[in-house]
Nanobody, 118 residues
């Protein structure tokens, strides 16, 4: 499984960005898809995940600001990020798993940089 993420960039605080991730390869029965991020000097953390059935999980820090969605027909997952804050600055990684939970042994894409200026 290959995951290709796009949509990162530089935005001012309060602005919006939309990340996209397309899966290709052996994508049969991919269940969970989602986004993680790693800020400078910090560990990687969950941002949001969504299962093939539509169940979502969000980090408390992004609830109400970020929305994860998925197009199963296109094998794609999206992250709409609104009201961005400087603390959202990080490299965002797309990830997927055949199970309901994404782990380090799942599928990971290359990161896309999101920078929020104050």
């Amino acid at each position: 499984v290959q995951l290709q993420a796009s949509g990162g960039g530089l935005v001012q605080a309060g602005g919006s960005l939309r990340l996209s991730c397309a899966a290709s390869g052996s994508i049969f029965r991919l269940n969970a898809m989602g986004w993680y991020r790693r800020a400078p000097g910090k560990q990687r953390e969950l941002v949001a995940t969504i299962t093939s059935g539509g169940s979502t999980v969000y980090a408390d820090s992004v609830k109400g600001r970020f929305t994860i969605s998925r197009d199963n027909a296109k094998n794609a997952v999206y992250l709409q990020m609104n009201s961005l804050k400087p603390e959202d600055t990080a490299v965002y990684y797309c990830a997927a798993a055949r199970g309901a939970i994404i782990t380090s042994t799942g599928y990971w894409g290359q990161g896309t940089q999101v920078t929020v200026s104050s």
